[in-house]
């Protein structure tokens, strides 16, 4: 079994080099590679998406006081995260941190609110 060409590995990473939050269209990937499994593209997809995300990770990180800001202002986070071309999932999840001066993840388990029902127990709003 031979391994995947490297010019097809580099038309390929060029095909899905796109914005974070934007869908690759598999369908279309895959009829253009038809030599190429499609859990090889959603595999270099994916690599690529979370290469992007750790390389930029200290720019955002850095700038994350004024995403807070701008978010708090009332602009719309999805907006924000197309912009700055970071996941919704890790931009809302550094925002937490710092509003809630969360250093942990474990902490911003325990930081949901709660709401008592109507036998006054609490309900936790979380997923």
Not at 25 to 33: D, K
Not at 75 to 100: G, I, T, W
Request: with cysteine.
């Amino acid at each position: 079994m031979s391994g995947l060409p490297r010019e097809t590995y580099q038309q390929i990473l060029h095909d899905v080099d796109i914005p974070v939050m934007s869908c690759a269209h598999l369908g279309l990937l895959a009829a253009r590679y038809p030599g190429v499994r499609p859990e090889t593209i959603c595999g270099i997809l994916a690599q690529e998406n979370q290469y992007k995300v750790i390389k930029s990770h200290h720019i955002h990180k850095a700038n994350m006081p004024a995403y807070c800001s701008r978010y708090v202002t009332g602009e719309d986070v999805l907006a924000l995260c197309a912009e700055v071309d970071f996941p919704p999932c890790l931009m809302m999840r550094r925002m937490l941190e710092l509003l809630m001066r969360l250093s942990k993840q474990v902490r911003a388990l325990a930081a949901w609110p709660r709401i008592g029902n109507e036998n006054g127990q609490d309900n936790v709003i979380a997923g």
